[in-house]
């Protein structure tokens, strides 16, 4: 089972247990995380050990230790999302209030990013989002995917770096290889 050994803490690394509520801080800042009833955390030295009581499915023990190992891991280094902006006249700006988008609709985008994330423009085809709480950064990303997404034929949208696009063949090229009604 994923959570029976215990958590070894970064240096700099601190946790609080109160009840069923860790305290984690890190030299990027500070969580806490609400553990599952049944499920108790206990500090031994550089570590945090997880106990589960026997009528706590392993799936929600499992959950329990994931989130506590992803505070751990964002207050000490953080997490990272990239995004890149794929289309003739898609452009990203940072704004005092946020991000606008340039993508192809009549109109400007504007995103409110939240607090909690910061977000870099490098260039105007690329953002990079990072913080301390994995959720709110992955969720943010998605967010500002959902926007304008990839689409199969040409490609075009809003995709993480490194993301793989499936493409489709377009109706012109089935077309030519036979495949219209006869």
Same mark, same amino acid.
């Given at each position: 089972?994923?959570?029976?050994?215990?958590?070894?803490?970064?240096?700099? +690394?601190?946790?609080?247990?109160?009840?069923? =509520? *860790?305290?984690?801080?890190?030299?990027?800042?500070?969580?806490? +995380? @609400?553990?599952?009833? %049944? /499920?108790?955390?206990?500090?031994?030295?550089?570590? /945090?050990?997880?106990?589960?009581?026997?009528?706590? !499915?392993?799936?929600?023990?499992?959950?329990?230790?994931?989130?506590?190992? @992803?505070?751990?891991? %964002?207050?000490?280094?953080?997490?990272?999302? $990239?995004?890149?902006?794929? %289309?003739?006249?898609?452009?990203?700006?940072? =704004?005092?209030?946020?991000?606008?988008?340039?993508?192809?609709?009549?109109?400007?985008? $504007?995103?409110?990013?939240?607090?909690?994330?910061?977000?870099?423009?490098?260039?105007?085809?690329? *953002?990079?989002?990072?913080? +301390?709480?994995?959720?709110?950064?992955?969720? =943010?990303?998605?967010?500002?995917?959902?926007?304008? !997404?990839?689409?199969?034929?040409?490609?075009?949208?809003?995709?993480? /770096?490194? $993301?793989?696009?499936?493409?489709?063949?377009?109706?012109?090229?089935?077309?030519?290889?036979?495949?219209?009604?006869?």
């Amino acid at each position: 089972m994923v959570g029976k050994k215990p958590l070894t803490l970064p240096e700099g +690394v601190s946790v609080e247990v109160a009840a069923s =509520t *860790i305290r984690v801080t890190g030299p990027l800042g500070s969580l806490s +995380v @609400n553990l599952p009833s %049944g /499920v108790t955390a206990q500090v031994v030295e550089r570590s /945090v050990a997880l106990k589960k009581s026997p009528a706590v !499915p392993a799936a929600v023990f499992g959950l329990a230790f994931a989130l506590v190992r @992803n505070a751990v891991e %964002g207050v000490s280094r953080g997490f990272v999302k $990239e995004l890149e902006l794929v %289309g003739v006249g898609y452009r990203v700006e940072k =704004t005092p209030a946020g991000l606008r988008f340039s993508l192809g609709f009549s109109h400007p985008v $504007e995103y409110q990013v939240p607090e909690g994330v910061a977000v870099e423009v490098p260039e105007n085809t690329k *953002i990079r989002l990072s913080g +301390v709480n994995k959720e709110l950064v992955a969720q =943010t990303a998605a967010e500002i995917r959902k926007l304008r !997404p990839p689409e199969p034929y040409k490609g075009k949208g809003i995709r993480y /770096v490194q $993301e793989v696009v499936r493409r489709k063949q377009g109706k012109a090229v089935k077309a030519a290889a036979g495949g219209g009604a006869v």
